[in-house]
Every structure is written in C-alpha cells, then in structure tokens.
C-alpha cells in the first residue's frame, strides 16, 4: 500500500430541516389551532481514529464528504428526522487543520478518539411555537440553518517513541534494521529512504519501543531543499532523536561539519523539535582505521562542535551490530521513564480536575460526546437570546397545511 502522509478534504455538515405551518383540522373541531412541527437538526462528521489504518491513501481519490440534511417538520406536531452523521475513519496520529483559517481543529492520538469537524445546522421552528393568547393562528416557521463546511488538511503524524536524525547515507536505515524486524531499503547511494519507516525495538519480555526512520536531511532542508523536510514532522511526537553520524562519509566530507549541518536545520525548521532531548550517534566506526579510539576522539570533536551540547553520546557499527544493544537498552530506559512521568502527569491533572474529558467512541454508541468538553451532541441545545433573534424572522415563503 502506498505510504500517503497528507491529504485535503472537504467536509459538509447536514443543513438543519425547516419547519411547518400547519393547522388541525378534524371533524366538529374547525378551530383546532396550529400543530406545526419542527425540523431535524442537520447531521455532522466526525473522524475516528483506527488503529487499523497507517496511511490516508483513502481520501487522496474521494475528497468531499456529506453528511444528511434534517427532515422538514410535519403536520400534527411531528418533528423532522435528524439528519444522518457520517463517520470517517483515520490513522492514529492524524492531525487536523482547518486549510481556510488555519486553526487546528484536533490531533488524534488515541485508539477510537472521536473529533466532531463539522457541526450540523440548527432545526427550524413550527408554528406552534409561535402560539400565544394573542396569536391562536400564527403563521410563522423557520428555516433551519445550514451546516459547517470546511476544507480540511489531514496530516499523519507517526506516533513513535525514537525518531532518527541524518544526512543521506549516515546509515539510518542500517540500524532500524539491524535492532528490529523492518525492512527498509538499504543501498549504497543517498535517499534510498523516500518514505517514513517504523520498526518496534524488543529489549525483553513485555519490554519495547517503537522507532522511526525519516528520509535524510540536507543542507537547505528547512527551506524544502530534499525529501527529509516533508517528513520532520513525524518526529514531533518522539520523545527522543537519535543524531546519527557517518564516522567515515565515503564523498570525503566532514563529519563535524555533518553534524552541524543537521543541527542548523532542525533549528531552521521548528524550534521544539530542536528542543528536545537529543543523542549523538557515530555510526560505521567498524570503517575507522583507529577503530573504537579513534571513534571516541572524533566523537568528542563532533559533541564539541555542536551548538548544543547531546544529551548522551554512543558509538556503534549498525552493520556489525556492534554495541546497538547497549544503545537500545539506554532508550528502552529513558522511554519507560518518560512514559511513567507522563503517567503521574495525567494522575495529577484528573485528581486535580483540570483535565479535559476525552471521549473514545465504540461501536454502536448513541449519545456522542465532544472530546473537547464532554458536550452531549445528540438532543435539542437550548436557546439563548441570540438564537430567539435569529428564528423570529420573516414570513416569507410560508407553507401552510391543512390536515382532516
């Protein structure tokens, strides 16, 4: 299946159903008054996230999304269908954007995480709310209101625990295949890696981490020189980088002047992916005539150079798979502490009840919830003083139905 990180949609809400002037009319009661009833609220879309999907190949073919319009209110007091939701499912991860004003509207990261992207309309009134002891006839009715519409940018971001850092060649690759089970392309030229590759690191029984490996960068990247720009962003969710360093670059370069070309990027192209914890690898040291010493010696010169000093530094041969094991242990150590911090973090914050109420939706579910605050989506919202303003309007276009 092909690999597809970014997709744009557009994404219709149901418009709300109007609703009805109508007058009961039966046998020895000419004078019944109005029964008019009000519309459906309009149907809205929401986006799931599926741990069965990893890619938004889907809506790179079918772009627009609709969901149902509300049914127009009847005679005898019967309220209108609400309209039909629709429910698009997504990878875990996806982040998404409102493409006309920029904001965005929600990152799901959860297995069944629900997101509401467009909100159906309001339903229309019938004329007997408009019934009073001075008006036993009215002849007024709403319509109801038209639903959100938005384009909106999807963009995955791969949730990882360790993302890789590099130029072309610096062995990436090598290594997610040497300390798991993927199988990325390896070769002996630059961008071998066109797409994003995850692999899960076991150290132990019970015990893993999940990695990713982004295609390099290259000098100008930040400005969208090369592939590796198009996907920094699924390093934003690691919770460390692993610099990777080619200890002996086969076009002669410098490897110092490597590593600060990679730094000066990641700076250049968002300032908290800079910001975090960042370890330097040297790589390929098995190509050093002076072996491990001479590794150690440059390895201090590269630290040296850098503008930030690395949390940690190691040196391995991703090819020989020599000393990966004890690289692995040390992430497998800072990713389960990490993990257990945001863990209280989280404890913390509901005990003190400042924490958002999430919503996981299963299947069957009936009464939705906004993620963002707990709202009931389903039900008739009460109306404030904006809303009266908006449906004592006009009488224009009434429908007006007698029944017997």
Known sequence: MKFVDEATIRVEAGDGGNGVVSFRREKYIPKGGPDGGDGGDGGNVFLLADTNLNTLVDYKFTKFYQAGRGQNGMSSDCTGAKGQDIILKVPVGTRVTDKETGEVLGDLRKEGELLRVAKGGR????????????????????????????????????????GLLGLPNAGKSTFIRSVSAARPKVADYPFTTLVPNLGVVKTGDGESFVIADVPGLIEGAAQGA????????????????????????????????????????????????????????????????????????LLQKIAAGLETAPERTFIISALQKQKTNELTY??????????????????????????????????????????????QFSGEPELDDEDDDFFLDEEEGVEIVYQK
């Not at 109801?144 to 949730?159: H, M, S």
């Not at 962003?233 to 076009?251: F, Q, S």
């Not at 502490?337 to 009840?353: D, F, L």
């Open 226 to 297: 090369g592939l590796g720009h198009r996907f920094l962003r699924h390093l934003e969710r690691c919770r460390v980088l692993l610099h990777l360093v080619d200890a002996n670059p086969v076009d002669g370069s410098d490897p110092v002047t490597n590593a600060q070309v990679i730094e000066k990027e990641l700076k250049e192209y968002a300032h908290d992916l800079y910001e975090k914890p960042r370890w330097l690898v040297l790589n390929k040291v098995d190509l050093l005539e002076g072996g491990e010493a001479e590794g150690q010696e």
């Open 123 to 162: 339903h229309g009134f019938g004329n007997t709310h408009f019934k009073s002891s001075t008006n036993r006839a009215p002849r007024q009715k709403t319509n109801g209101t038209p639903g959100e519409r938005r384009i909106l940018e999807l963009e995955l971001l791969l949730v990882a625990d360790v």
């Open 330 to 375: 040390a992430l497998q150590e800072l990713v389960d502490n990490v993990k257990q911090a945001e863990r209280e973090s989280e404890a913390a914050a509901a005990a003190s009840g400042k924490k958002a109420e999430s919503f996981v939706w299963t299947e069957g579910e009936q009464n939705l919830k906004d993620p963002v605050n707990g709202a």
